[in-house]
DNA sequence: AGTTGACCTGGAGCGCACTCCAGGTCGTAC
DNA sequence: GTACGACCTGGAGTGCGCTCCAGGTCAACT
């Protein structure tokens, strides 16, 4: 199967200008053309589009992806630096879960306390704010 | 006590710059001034900032804090629409650390795959790209 | 008195990741 | 045969969140 970019938009989840883009950038391979010049997607193409939209969810930068996109291309000789760039996004991402996970108890801990508020149990001096802030 | 703005920048982990600026765009209330017309954050500031650094990690956009900031001068009344500020970023971090859980599933697969390619048992022709790619 | 270093201001500049635009070419539908 | 819509290109523009700069003030130290 191929399909045209409209549709390679629709399947990915990028907008068709962000698949031009990644094109131009060397992110992704330049598709296959029709008869008339305008680009055929494989299934190999989008799979790969699902993978870098999963590397870029996980706030990875363009220029790592980059790096990852070109070592393809080195064959297995670059498998080493490409699981080496997986791993280390892999911590990256666990530390920025951790963080998240702080941030959320942060907030429940805020709003247990608006609930009080609206409760009106909070019959000290103390506001809000005074809490963390 | 009172903090200079290096000692306020080194204790909130924002740059000089960045606290500067935050005072431009109304995030935080211009802190007092010293006899030379130098800041002199308060204790209240430092912990306001730490607030805001929270909330700044949970990808909230600094328009969203600046309308938390503003609200905070209107008093109890706004209280309701503080906490749903709260309660809809409490959301969104949940669905950002769900999601990265995901990624971290695909990375986990892939690390895989990678690891089982460097002890040379795929004997089949499949490729590591081959698997999500 | 002079030098240093931290601070001040207003405004310009930057890196990222897109997003939009003008002007042009096709292939199909009427 | 012409109107339409989808696509093409190179390049400019955007929004975000800072970050940097020039030019100046001030207090303290030597």
Redesign the interface.
């Given at each position: 199967m191929s399909y045209s970019i409209a549709e390679a938009a629709r399947r990915s989840g990028l907008s068709i200008d962000t698949l031009r883009y990644y094109e131009r950038i060397k992110l992704v391979e330049p598709p296959a053309r029709d008869a008339a010049g305008r680009r055929a997607y494989t299934d190999?193409d989008l799979?790969?589009l699902?993978?870098l939209t999963?590397?870029r969810?996980?706030g990875m930068p363009i220029k790592r992806m980059r790096e990852y996109a070109s070592l393809?291309h080195h064959g297995?000789a670059s498998?080493?630096r490409?699981?080496a760039i997986?791993?280390d996004?892999?911590q990256s991402?666990?530390d920025?879960?951790a963080?998240?996970?702080n941030?959320?108890d942060?907030?429940?801990y805020?709003?247990d306390h608006?609930?009080q508020?609206?409760r009106k149990v909070l019959g000290t001096g103390a506001t809000?704010?005074g809490i963390?802030?």
């Open positions: 190999d799979g790969w699902g993978f999963k590397l969810l996980t393809r297995a498998a080493g490409r699981k997986l791993v996004q892999r991402v666990a920025r879960i963080e998240l996970q941030c959320l942060i907030l429940d805020k709003i608006y609930d508020v609206e809000v704010e963390s802030a």
